[in-house]
């Protein structure tokens, strides 16, 4: 589970910012607290802001920065905090606390953006000793590891010496060996990243898949009042002009290298949108390929409507419930813009059905937001409400509604729209108003 993390001198953000899901002084809804290990982690954290106030950055720092780790890509030389002139040449930040089979580990990196170089990197064990895996400063990489692990090691760190921009747990990940025991934190700290912290950004979905979940799913799109009753695909042809030219071979190819590598949560397939309708492609027993095309059923008539027929809010219901049907445990979502295209009471609901489904699980969901509705204490803890608006020069500010101490009884939706906690637009006047002659 995610603890805390940190970006600094990133797109909006100037200082560095935190975002915290340990739990706070609030004693409500005991369900949305995660016990582990003594510590007191929540389920849930909903941000709130204007437009433009930097909620969508703090999903982008999370996002490429995992990019970064997983597939060695360094961030972009110009998303530094560009409203001031001298951060160019400054450090930007990036930090994850999280707990990983009741262990806690913090690793962190520091980049110079504009010069496209790491400066720093560590992890370490959080602990009373707090023990260090290893530290970076610049390629001077150090560990505390012994014997022929130190062998191994000072092998790995000699390979650095040139990869200025290259992570260190990213090349690790990458090069470790199955034998390599004591070596193998470094896979169990890129799996997290890998296949427990899940982004989604707006237009990106986590997609059901497999013929039980798909009979979940219509249970669950039929309580969200959507009138559909079975979702399904049916055989596609596989000669259909909406796939480029060579598309399927590599498809084919990719398929057949996960399942010989037994890719972890994998079910060696893959679903696309494409064209107008969403296609799931998969491999038979005899490992060929097989194409479908997901079609929804509806209670009041016995014809079947691809995806693009239906409502948009319909549409992003439907990627959204993954987070729902999931059954793995320990995963985080992060999520931009939950209630985009969704009514206020849809919204509301699905909120609702998330706590119902990870009761005695330890999911968590951090998104993004503007539906004021869900700014109810009979449904998010203090501690679960997150403001972000604009400081100084245009930086983006993070802060907890925790911090105001408000009574479980106040109508805080009513309080935030009146301005009370920030987070909320200033209009300037644009056109001024003509005296009466």
């Known amino acids: 589970m995610?603890?805390?993390?940190?970006?600094?001198?990133?797109?909006?953000?100037d200082e560095t910012q935190e975002l915290s899901m340990i739990r706070g002084s609030t004693h409500g809804h005991p369900d949305h607290v995660c016990g582990i290990d003594?510590?007191?982690?929540?389920?849930?954290?909903a941000v709130y802001g204007a437009n433009?106030?930097?909620k969508s950055n703090l999903v982008k720092a999370i996002g490429e920065s995992r990019n970064m780790i997983l597939l060695g890509e360094m961030i972009r030389s110009d998303?530094?905090?560009?409203?001031?002139l001298g951060n160019k040449d400054l450090n930007s930040y990036f930090e994850f606390e999280f707990e990983i089979d009741s262990t806690f580990y913090s690793y962190g990196f520091e980049?110079?953006?504009?010069?496209?170089r790491v400066i720093s990197e560590w992890l370490y064990e959080l602990s009373e000793q707090n023990r260090i895996i290893f530290q970076r400063t610049g390629n001077v990489i150090t560990h505390e590891f012994e014997n022929d692990d130190k062998t191994r090691m000072d092998i790995y760190v000699e390979d650095m010496e040139e990869a200025s921009a290259t992570l260190f747990l990213t090349e690790m990940s990458r090069k470790m060996r199955v034998n390599e025991k004591k070596l193998s934190i470094f896979s169990k700290i890129s799996d997290w990243f890998r296949y427990r912290l899940h982004v989604i950004s707006p237009g990106r979905s986590l997609t059901v898949t497999g013929g039980e979940d798909l009979n979940r799913a219509a249970e669950l799109m039929a309580s969200f009042g959507t009138g559909i009753m079975e979702i399904g695909y049916s055989k596609a042809d596989e000669n259909e002009e909406i796939f480029p030219n060579g598309f399927l071979t590599k498809i084919h190819e990719e398929l057949i290298r996960k399942r010989n590598k037994r890719v972890p949560n994998d079910k060696c397939g893959v679903t696309l949108d494409m064209g107008r309708g969403r296609y799931r492609i998969s491999l038979s027993e005899n490992d060929e390929i097989v194409i479908e095309r997901m079609f929804f059923l509806h209670k009041s008539s016995n014809a079947r409507f691809e995806l693009h027929e239906e409502s948009d809010g319909t549409r992003r219901l439907y990627d959204l419930i993954s987070v729902l049907l999931n059954p793995a445990d320990s995963l985080t979502y992060v999520m931009d813009e939950l209630d985009l295209r969704l009514h206020p009471n849809l919204t509301y609901k699905f909120i609702e059905r998330f706590f119902e489904r990870m009761r005695g699980r330890n999911n968590q969901l951090i998104f993004t937001v503007h539906e004021s509705s869900l700014m109810d204490f009979k449904l998010l803890r203090r501690d679960e409400i997150w403001f972000i608006e604009k400081g100084e020069e245009e930086s983006s500010i993070l802060y907890s509604l925790e911090e105001f101490n408000e009574r479980t009884d106040k109508r805080i939706d009513k309080a935030y729209l009146e301005g009370r906690y920030g987070g909320v637009p200033i209009f300037s006047t644009v056109f001024p108003c003509r005296e009466d002659k």
């Open 2 to 13: 995610l603890i805390r993390f940190k970006v600094g001198n990133f797109l909006s953000f």
């Open 38 to 45: 003594g510590l007191g982690l929540l389920k849930v954290s």
């Open 52 to 54: 433009a106030s930097g």
């Open 79 to 84: 998303r530094y905090f560009r409203p001031k």
């Open 111 to 116: 980049v110079l953006l504009s010069k496209q």
